[in-house]
Each structure stands twice: as structure tokens, then as C-alpha cells.
């Protein structure tokens, strides 16, 4: 299956932010492992390591890397995500009469 991985690219001057995608091959149901990440980086000439594991935050290994770090920004598999309209919600709310 297929993972879509969207990833911005931090330079330090001026700050600029790149927004760029990878691709990454993995089980059914499953995200990619951080070592796959990191090999898919390098592929891209980016030779990074993993920073923070929670952010998904890779910083270059070389110093003299143009950029100052990576962040995984989404990984996309194809799946469904349910993701709730706070807008739209709060108008039912007010539209809709309450029943107690």
C-alpha cells in the first residue's frame, strides 16, 4: 500500500519553508517506520536523523546542510479520517431546537 508523506523543509535564511511529498510503500493498515522515512529523505539528498519522534522532526547530519530541519507534516495512506466540522456544528447547534 501506499503512503503519501507530506514534509516541509526549513532553511534558515530567509526562513523559508518548503512544502514537498515522498512516497513510501508499506503494509495494509500500517504507517511508515521512522527508518523508512529517513532512507526515503536520503533517496531525496537529504541526509537527516531523527530528532523527535513525537513531531516526526529530522535534523541534518551533515553541519554544512543548507537546511535547518524536516518536519513530517502528514502521512497520507489513502484511508478515510473522519475529521469534525466545529463550524458547521456549532450552526446545527444553534438551528437545531434542543430536546431534553
Known amino acids: 500500500m501506499e503512503c503519501i508523506v507530506h514534509f516541509q523543509v526549513i532553511y534558515p535564511q530567509p526562513q523559508e519553508r518548503k512544502s514537498l511529498r515522498g512516497l513510501i510503500f508499506v503494509g495494509q493498515g500500517q504507517e511508515p517506520a521512522t527508518n523508512q522515512l529517513t532512507t526515503m529523505f536520503k533517496d531525496m539528498g537529504f541526509h537527516v536523523r531523527l530528532e523527535d519522534e513525537a513531531q516526526l ?44
Open 57 to 100: 522532526l529530522f535534523k541534518p547530519t551533515d553541519a554544512s546542510a543548507n537546511f535547518e530541519y524536516i518536519r513530517v507534516t502528514e502521512l497520507d495512506t489513502g484511508e478515510e479520517v473522519y475529521k469534525e466540522d466545529k463550524d458547521l456544528k456549532s450552526i446545527l447547534e444553534h438551528l437545531l431546537p434542543r430536546r431534553f
